[in-house]
């Protein structure tokens, strides 16, 4: 196993098997060690009953997030505790981005922080995520 | 504007109009003043890259049982902080039903916990959640 | 070791060894099985700038709940996460009661609810928390 | 009132009536308009029953470092929701480290990142919170 090519190998594996990246039309824009940032446009079937932006949809596209960083150095990460602060209500049309980065990571357990952006540049949503590292890898070696 | 009337109303209104619930093809079983359950049956379409079932399907299940049972008494209620923690993996195939009730509700701040359950009645994620309550209502007094 | 017997060492443990329980003056009124109860009074020197109950004394008071609850089986526990919701501002004088119950356990990780009532039965805060489960025991068997 | 004076004042303010500050010997380190850092050396009566210092503790230091932030631009700030997230184990004899950024503030709402460092500069604990900010200001105008 090349280490220099597992964050781009985690990338294309993440980008073509989660499924929540289709459904809701993610774009996996970077992914390397330890760090990752995933966008997308929301429409209208992303709205809940008040016509703004779904607190699962911004989650969701954050999960993808971490989901890359967290397993950006090839062992399989489980996602344990993930808590989201949601800062600023999100309307149709806009385009967020949601960069994690890791924190700390250590034998079993990592820890990240996501900001979720529009497209001004304000934060809309804040997370914090930890991690479960399991000893098995995602790729023979 | 009839309160007893009220969760009916609110369960209508998110019925209809939240996008998620579509788009993950989720029932609303329940929604009473304080309290809520929704189900749904997890598909190929809502695993991510290992293949169980995505944080952002189970955090958007329990998304919409907050969602009832926070806006059930008629103001509008936004989601300030929500916590998850996962406690058991999911399989496709699944039939994960979110029931939330409401802990303590104040004038602006109200506290939930939402507990997700599998078809075998085993927790598969369990989450703490902290709403803004608006002046406004949802419907005309 | 005598597992029934395992909460009461654990409870005697804890009440003897941790010492925030003496630097806040805490009672543990029980220890079970995955639960737990602790109490203690509200003095001055318990108190932020506010002259209200400081965070962090029903933080610490939350804590040693959950650290009895979790370490109640005899295998030694640490604290992963741990998320708090104030929901009630709490004057000296008051008696805070803080009661933990496991919502599930599996091989490496746990997690608790855990309710701080004042002595009107009052919710002052609503905590969620994982841990993390070693596999050394407490206790030589 | 001076703006510019506010979070000096607010240091003082903390600094003088906390009374937390006072039983676990913290050091109010610096108060900035968003930001703050306070620190403390762990000593035996701050550990837990495993002899490692306890998570209240820990809790306690970086809850002085939120409400200091939350509270530096004037306006009473009370504390909503907190995460903490443990990454390292402390013993005694450690200085620990907690620094406080503001990521967002509203008209009610602040979200805020603590990072909780030890002698050698590792990452011991990660906090996310979030405060209500009240009406009121904490000086005569």
Same mark, same amino acid.
């Given at each position: 196993?090349?280490?220099?090519?597992?964050?781009?190998?985690?990338?294309?594996?993440?980008?073509?098997?989660?499924? =929540?990246?289709?459904?809701?039309?993610?774009? *996996?824009?970077?992914?390397?060690?330890? !760090?990752? #940032?995933?966008?997308?446009? %929301?429409?209208?079937?992303?709205?809940?009953?008040?016509?703004?932006?779904?607190?699962?949809?911004?989650?969701?596209?954050?999960?993808?997030?971490?989901? =890359?960083?967290?397993?950006?150095?090839?062992? *399989?990460?489980?996602?344990?505790?993930? !808590?989201? #602060?949601?800062?600023?209500? %999100?309307?149709?049309?806009?385009?967020?981005?949601?960069?994690?980065?890791?924190?700390?990571?250590?034998?079993?357990?990592?820890?990240?922080?996501?900001?979720?952006?529009?497209?001004?540049?304000?934060?809309?949503?804040?997370?914090?995520?930890? !991690?479960?590292?399991?000893?098995?890898?995602?790729?023979?070696?």
């Amino acid at each position: 196993m090349n280490l220099d090519n597992t964050p781009l190998r985690i990338k294309e594996l993440i980008g073509n098997k989660d499924r =929540l990246v289709d459904l809701f039309g993610m774009e *996996i824009l970077e992914c390397q060690e330890g !760090s990752s #940032s995933v966008g997308m446009l %929301v429409k209208d079937s992303h709205l809940n009953a008040a016509d703004i932006c779904h607190g699962g949809t911004i989650f969701a596209l954050s999960d993808v997030a971490f989901a =890359l960083a967290s397993n950006s150095h090839g062992r *399989i990460a489980l996602a344990l505790d993930v !808590s989201i #602060s949601y800062t600023k209500p %999100v309307c149709a049309g806009a385009y967020l981005t949601a960069r994690c980065r890791e924190m700390q990571r250590g034998k079993k357990i990592a820890n990240y922080v996501i900001e979720v952006e529009d497209s001004e540049g304000d934060l809309v949503a804040l997370l914090k995520a930890t !991690s479960f590292i399991k000893d098995k890898t995602h790729f023979e070696e």
